[in-house]
């Protein structure tokens, strides 16, 4: 994913013998989640990158000539962990989603009654994507044993969570009633 | 991954703590103990225990099995050994409250039963710890909300142990130094341990997050909370050192002033946080178990304000029992009572229409409550609070029965309205499915496991 960067220029600073950290802080401050900064230094900021990393970002360097440093600070990659149901089965191979919705602005637990009734209307094998605004913990068990699959994970903001749920063929088998 | 379920006993841990508290309050009411007779009376401590470890204790337990999976989207750790804890804690503090009767003099001897009852109590919470504990540790790095979880563990052991170690003084079964040193000052650590350590922490770290999603806020882990986390946990250190000086038989002049003044400012943090929390929520209306939870932290501001009101006037000694009455029912209770009322519907609604949701048609988890009525017994209950609080500060005893009994009463009105909401009594649609129970069961877990 291209991220997206804020540049900050602190040569003016250093030149006008001024002391550049607050402002770099709060620059970093003001990132928005994913975010990276793009630092312009006629240095190379050498301190910084410690600092930087124990506020989870790596760093990448570039000399621009003339003595100049780039150093764009990129956000550290959460691990793309991403869950699954115990029954999913190769999840790359799914077909295409048949519907795709954004629930992410429903209370819950709103957005698990409407996934259960999409999986109740599609056919065994189709897909459903869905954008949540949190993790669905009591939506997991009931789609397992439904005889459903699912995989889901946090977008790399952390601020939403999108599953794929692929429909079962089994009904009232798996229910024990 | 599999989610969160339903946590099989957490009813019955709910309906348990609900009928330590009626027992409790009804107590108060008949003035079998303070503030009719003192703080330290054992009747006190009958009445205490029951509300401390029955209701509040039960109430937080049952609650943090529910709802740390949630915290931590792990599985709940050992589930199977929920039944034997709620076994034990009831046991033990039945056994503790006879022991205590026996101290008062009503019955001769019996003694021995405060160990045994203490011994039960620090058993079962420790099998607490391991559910709870064991569930938060499987998700590592831990998360801000589930590592006050984990403070509160500690604090809940520390407080059995050192209630374990008070019955076997007072039990005269030992006769050790270090016991005997560890009773006077140690007391107030017990307290301390118990509401500040154990149930505040908790209460914060659960209410950091159930609250930003009743609420619809962004989830943030704030400087503030994580400060506010900082200061519990080097209050609760303090608290530590010393009881550890108090059981070397030192003096420790600032007894618990440093650990309640970093209390006080975790607090304050806290109520700042949650000032937050509402102010940027998404969702407009308040629902009532917000609004409680929004009035049991300005009851916590107040206790704040009312603690450093009685150290600056140099009181806080003669009126410690209100303002412990004051965190126990105004902050811990009120906000416990909000909490249930919406659990206990969402609940109701995922155990008894989860199999059947998107096949048919649904009520909504609002449509299993009646808010009106419940907000009734609901300002009755604070109201009393207030009452019951303010007769404390005057010194006047009588007042404060009526208005415990008030609190009784209001408390039963809620509970006949769980009890609606179990029973389904305010959804008017067809049943889930006609196959099986009419309704769930009141209090025990459904007896069809489903697969």
Known sequence: MAIEYKTLDVRPILLSGGEPFPAIMGAVDDLMPGQGLKLLAPFRPQPLFSVMERRGFDYELEEMGGGDFEVRFLPKQPQATVDASVNANAPDLWPEPSVDLDLSELDPPEPMVRLLAEAERLEPGEVIFAVLSREPLFLFPELTRRGHQWVGNFDTTGSFYRIMIRVGATEESSHGR | ?451
């Open chain 2, 1 to 451: 991954m599999q989610g969160a379920s339903i946590s099989r006993w957490t009813m019955s841990y709910f309906a348990a703590a609900l009928v330590f508290l009626l027992a409790g309050q009804a107590l108060l009411a008949v003035g079998f103990g303070y503030p009719v007779k003192p703080v330290e009376a054992p009747e006190t401590l009958v009445i205490v225990h029951l509300l401390a470890v029955g209701w509040l204790g039960l109430l937080f337990c049952g609650a943090l099995l529910q709802f740390v999976p949630v915290l931590v989207s792990k599985p709940l750790h050992a589930p199977h050994l929920a039944l034997h804890a709620l076994v034990l804690l009831i046991g033990g503090l039945l056994l503790l409250c006879c022991g205590f009767i026996h101290l008062a003099g009503y019955v001769e001897g019996g003694l021995v039963l405060l160990p045994i009852g203490g011994l039960l109590l620090a058993t079962g919470f420790t099998l607490i710890a391991v559910m709870i504990g064991g569930t938060v540790l499987q998700a590592r790095p831990v998360a801000l909300s589930a590592r006050f979880v984990g403070l509160g563990l500690i604090s809940l052991l520390a407080t059995a142990g050192l209630g374990l170690a008070f019955a076997l003084e007072l039990s005269g079964l030992t006769d050790t130094g270090w016991l005997h040193a560890l009773i006077p000052g140690g007391l107030s650590l017990h307290a301390y341990f118990g509401l500040i350590g154990w149930m505040s922490a908790s209460a914060f770290g659960v209410s950091y997050r159930l609250m930003t999603m009743f609420l619809l806020s962004p989830e943030a882990e704030r400087t503030t909370s994580r400060t506010a986390l900082a200061l519990l946990a080097a209050g609760i250190a303090a608290a530590a050192a010393i009881l550890l000086s108090l059981a070397l038989g030192r003096e420790t002049s600032v007894a618990v002033h440093l650990p309640l003044g970093l209390a006080a400012a975790a607090a304050l943090l806290f109520g700042y946080d949650v000032l937050t929390i509402y102010r940027t929520r998404k969702r407009k209306s308040l629902e009532l178990n917000t609004i409680m939870s929004a009035g049991a932290v300005a009851a916590l501001m107040l206790s704040v304000l009312l603690y450093l009101t009685l150290v600056l006037t140099g009181r806080l000694q003669d009126d410690i029992g209100t303002l412990v009455y004051l965190v126990g029912f105004g902050w811990l209770s009120l906000l416990g009572l909000g909490q249930l009322y919406k659990i206990v519907a969402f609940m109701t609604w995922l155990e008894y229409y989860g199999p059947v949701l998107g096949r048919r048609p649904v009520p909504r988890v609002q449509d299993l409550v009646n808010e009106r009525r419940a907000s009734g017994w609901f300002y009755l209950y604070a109201a009393m609070v207030a009452v019951a609080v303010a007769f404390l500060l005057a010194g006047i005893a009588f007042p404060v029965q009526v208005a415990a009994l008030g609190q009784a009463i209001a408390a039963a009105g809620l509970m006949v309205e769980l009890a609606r909401t179990r029973h389904l009594c305010y959804v008017s649609t067809e049943p889930a499915d006609s196959k099986v129970r009419r309704h769930p069961p009141l209090f025990l877990p459904n007896p069809v496991e489903r697969s």
